[in-house]
Structures are given as structure tokens and as C-alpha cells.
């Protein structure tokens, strides 16, 4: 269910501000629930040096912003933006150059905080669009329109609010990701601060792990919790991976 306008003012008011861009995650904590390694995830906010094959050295900029630039910690919406990214590279293996170039187009025709969030992006592997105004618009080459289909796959895993926004991520549940993983595990920033849940129970994956570390069965935890032991199950893989891939 989508938070209507009330509700949001409602919930902000508690918060002090958005919680969508409370920084809440480290970067180790982040790189673990989203499967992916550390120093990538680190390099996409921090920027890195790194040596070309001429023998020069270059700088990456980074792509994704953080709430406080003197706090190592992502908000919800960085979250979002490296999952769209990691997702674009991991999956599709869009060239980075493209993605670059998407991102500098969008900062100039549609000026937003969070570009990698905001936009409803899809890719046919090779370039990234958006729809606008009921074209599809090539936003790796400059705003070029497109009338053929593209591919949205995995950018779906994100729920969004009556702004467009996301509210919740359904992360990949396993370190190599496919576009056809279900659904059972979320990221709400409302939900047990922001840590990865159990979708049909809201209960905390990292709950379920160490109840079940501490010699539980699967049966036992899926009775407690009334739901079925393969989704005790894909929070058990989904702790397991992620703890791998940091």
C-alpha cells in the first residue's frame, strides 16, 4: 500500500525529515544488503583514483550523494540509487560511460537529488531510457527518442508512493542475481529502522538467522511466525549470501 499525502506529512513530522533521507546505513552495511562488494559500493560514493594502461592515473567520480557529506552513511534513497546501479552493471551489463552519460543528460533536462531513484529507468542492455510524456526518451545518447520496447526487469523491485518515490526495495536474494527472484524479502525505511524484513511477517532476516544459528529448525520458526518454511528459508539464503558478499 502506497502512503498518501497525509500520511507522509504525518510520518515526517515524527521524524524531523523525510525518513527516506535519514542516513542510516553504513557503507558495509549497505554493500552486505545489497549483495554486492564493498569496494565497489565504496567507490560509487567515495570516487577512487586508479591506473590506466598508458601508466597515467584517473580519478572516478562518484555517482551517488550522500545525505551528509562528512557522515559515511547512506540514506533509503542511496540504497535505491545503488541497487538501480548495481542492477544496470551486475545484470545488464550496461556499459558505465552509458550510465554517466544517462545520469548527466537527466541532471540537466530533469534536476533531481536522486536520479538513479527518481526515474523509472529501463535498458535494453546496450543504452538506458525513461518515459516522458509518453515517449521513450535514450538517456544515454542525449535525450535521443526511442519508439522501440525496452526492457524493465529488475527496476520493477521498487514499490513507490502517490510522488512517484520509493518507499521500498526488495533487494536481490542471492549474490548473483537473476530478474526472476520473488519478492520475500523488503527494505522499509519504516520498518524495523530501515533493516531488511521478512515480507509477509515483517520480522527481521537477521532475526530468523539467529534464532536459527541458535539451533531452531525451519518448522519451528515457520510456525512461530505463521508463515512457510521455503520463506524461512529464502531469509536464511538471503542472510547467508549477504554476509558472503561483503
Given at each position: 500500500m502506497k502512503?498518501?499525502?497525509i500520511a507522509l506529512r504525518q510520518i515526517t513530522k515524527i521524524y524531523g525529515q523525510d525518513p527516506r533521507e535519514i542516513p542510516a546505513y553504513s557503507i558495509l552495511q549497505a554493500s552486505r544488503y545489497l549483495k554486492m562488494p564493498f569496494e565497489t559500493l565504496r567507490s560509487w560514493i567515495r570516487g577512487?583514483?586508479?591506473p590506466t594502461k598508458e601508466g597515467d592515473t584517473r580519478y572516478?567520480?562518484?555517482v551517488i550523494f550522500l545525505p551528509e557529506e562528512n557522515i559515511?552513511?547512506?540514506s533509503f534513497m542511496n540504497l535505491v540509487e545503488a541497487h538501480v546501479l548495481s542492477g544496470m552493471?551486475?545484470?545488464e551489463n550496461v556499459p558505465f560511460y552509458k550510465v554517466r552519460h544517462a545520469l548527466e543528460?537527466?541532471?540537466r533536462e530533469f534536476p533531481s537529488k536522486h536520479p538513479l531513484a527518481d526515474q523509472l529507468f529501463q535498458t535494453d542492455g546496450v543504452d538506458l531510457f525513461i518515459e516522458h510524456l509518453g515517449q521513450i526518451i535514450n538517456v544515454s545518447r542525449n535525450g535521443q527518442m526511442e519508439m522501440r520496447e525496452v526492457v524493465e526487469k529488475y527496476l520493477r523491485r521498487i514499490d513507490r508512493d502517490f510522488k512517484n518515490l520509493p518507499v521500498r526495495l526488495y533487494p536481490f536474494l542471492k549474490t548473483n542475481p537473476t530478474d526472476?527472484?520473488?519478492r520475500r524479502v523488503v527494505i522499509d525505511p519504516l520498518l524495523s529502522f530501515g533493516k531488511p524484513v521478512l515480507a509477509v511477517v515483517g520480522v527481521p532476516t537477521e532475526v530468523i538467522a539467529e534464532r536459527f544459528y541458535a539451533h531452531e529448525t525451519t518448522d519451528q520458526l515457520a510456525k512461530d511466525y505463521g508463515c512457510t518454511r521455503e520463506e524461512i528459508e529464502e531469509a536464511l539464503r538471503y542472510e547467508a549470501s549477504a554476509r558472503r558478499a561483503a
Open positions: 502512503p498518501n499525502k577512487r583514483h586508479y572516478f567520480e562518484p559515511p552513511r547512506l552493471r551486475r545484470i543528460y537527466l541532471k526472476e527472484e520473488p
